[in-house]
């Protein structure tokens, strides 16, 4: 197999994480988002995290960006599937990942974020957490009871005292309020209805 065609598997591979469904939101009973879509802003979130703090934005961007890309082989395993299977992810990374040019860098991010002992690997999986709580405010807000007992326990995996922060202002914020703020003409305007 040549160079090329290896990268266009990974690339086709890359891409299916936008089939994979989180598995865990029939339990939570509403919603829906797929990997690639959590993954999209864990990365934004991510930077924002590193560049907030000073520490290396590139590097934790990266962790964000390449943080599931296991899941594409071992499926998105929830927290209850996790009790009972075990997934053997850093197999489906290396086989993901082997003859590409990003095979040793990627491997080691992952290592580092799997680790948890750097400050980047610390962000990167609070952006990975915040990512979860936004997306369980936004069905709070749509008025899924539950998604509120899900953010309680999210809450207490943050690591840095930034996010923890960050999660107070999302916990404050209505998901809507970006489109809907105060100084629109949503609210009466020249129609009123």
């Known amino acids: 197999m040549s160079n090329d065609n290896r990268l266009a598997n990974f690339f086709f591979e890359a891409g299916f994480l936008q089939n994979m469904e989180r598995t865990g939101l029939p339990y939570l009973g509403s919603g829906s988002q797929n990997v690639a879509s959590h993954v999209y802003r864990t990365c934004i979130i991510g930077f924002t995290l590193a560049s907030e703090v000073g520490a290396d934005a590139d590097k934790v961007l990266k962790m964000c960006l390449f943080h599931d890309i296991e899941e594409a082989r ?90 923890k922060g960050m999660a107070e202002g999302i916990l404050e914020t209505l998901y809507y309020e970006w489109w809907y703020g105060e100084d629109d003409d949503w609210k009466g305007g020249s129609k009123n209805w």
Not at 82 to 109: C, F, M, N, T, W
Not at 110 to 120: M, S
Not at 123 to 149: P, Y
């Open 74 to 163: 071992t499926g998105d395993l929830n927290y209850l599937q996790q009790r009972y299977v075990d997934s053997d992810d850093d197999r489906a990374l290396s086989h993901a990942l082997k003859g590409l040019p990003i095979e040793s860098s990627v491997k080691e991010l992952i290592d580092e974020f799997t680790e948890q002992k750097t400050i980047e690997a610390r962000l990167a999986k609070d952006a990975d957490v915040l990512e979860l709580i936004l997306f369980l405010k936004e069905q709070a807000d749509k008025g899924n009871d539950q998604a509120k007992r899900w953010i309680r326990a999210a809450l207490t995996r943050l690591k840095t005292d930034r996010a």
